[in-house]
């Protein structure tokens, strides 16, 4: 499998080789046609996505572009609280529930200009086992739809490594990013406790989640988390060091 990786789309965007239009519309086309056997979406928001789209093809048409993951067309994992669109931990009991607000990484990725495609299977609220008896049927590896995706962010891992997406929020757990990612062939980050928001997010374990990306390649991951990591909230912890640098260690005072 080929498919444009969003530091490729990102560039091409600018170079308007490609509109956030026709990017969007090719990833919709290629849910249409494979998701009925993937799973990846329990659902899809082509208004939003086609909306989405288009006011980031007039900032690039105007020169207001917000920055690299604009018009980039992105997924979010179904634990992740999105305002006006039902969020329902893959379970019978949230299925109808619908969020007032925004996750803050919701939040924060659509002010990149990023593109919502829609809501990403999971396991029921990021258990990590199969799901095969819940309102939507499992995610399925896209290398081999008889094969497990590992969860419990399936779905991301899935759309990711089908090209349905360009890149998608996880959460991690004990392996729910780095699972995924590792059976679908693709990239998956688990970052340092607290360096991203969690507000907004259905916990599975407040003190051991881990919200993260997965994605086709190091650098796409990290183009998605330099847009997320917010400002200190109460699910943050603040770092010893800037990102990017390394800490070696302190030095002894007498």
């Not at 444009?4 to 290629?30: F, H, M, N, Y």
């Not at 002010?111 to 809501?119: D, F, P, Q, R, S």
């Not at 349905?164 to 679908?184: K, N």
Request: glycine share 12%.
């Amino acid at each position: 499998m080929n498919f444009p990786t969003i530091a490729d789309a990102s560039r091409d965007l600018a170079a308007r080789k490609v509109s956030p239009v026709e990017l969007t519309q090719g990833c919709l086309d290629r849910i249409a046609a494979l998701d009925g056997t993937l799973n990846a979406f329990i659902k899809v928001t082509p208004d939003r996505a086609m909306a989405d789209a288009r006011a980031a093809e007039q900032r690039q048409m105007s020169g207001t572009a917000r920055g690299a993951l604009d018009g980039i067309p992105i997924g979010h994992k179904d634990i992740y609280g999105t305002a006006g669109i039902a969020t329902t931990a893959h379970s019978k009991l949230l299925q109808n529930w619908v969020p007032d607000t925004d996750a803050t990484t919701v939040r924060m990725l659509h002010e990149a200009g990023t593109v919502m495609l829609g809501k990403l299977a999971t396991h029921e609220f990021a258990f990590g086992g199969p799901s095969f008896d819940l309102p939507w049927p499992p995610a399925r590896n896209p290398w081999d739809p008889d094969h497990f995706t590992s969860g419990s962010s399936s779905g991301t891992g899935a759309a990711v490594a089908a090209g349905l997406i360009l890149g998608g929020t996880g959460s991690d757990t004990g392996g729910s990013i780095r699972g995924p990612a590792a059976l679908c062939g693709i990239v998956g980050i688990k970052p340092t406790y607290g360096l991203c928001s969690r507000a907004g997010i259905l916990p599975l374990a407040f003190s051991l989640d881990h919200a993260g990306p997965l994605a086709w390649t190091v650098e796409d991951c990290a183009m998605l988390l330099q847009n997320w990591v917010p400002d200190m909230d109460a699910t943050t912890v603040r770092m010893l060091h800037e990102a990017g640098t390394v800490m070696l260690g302190k030095l002894a005072t007498h």
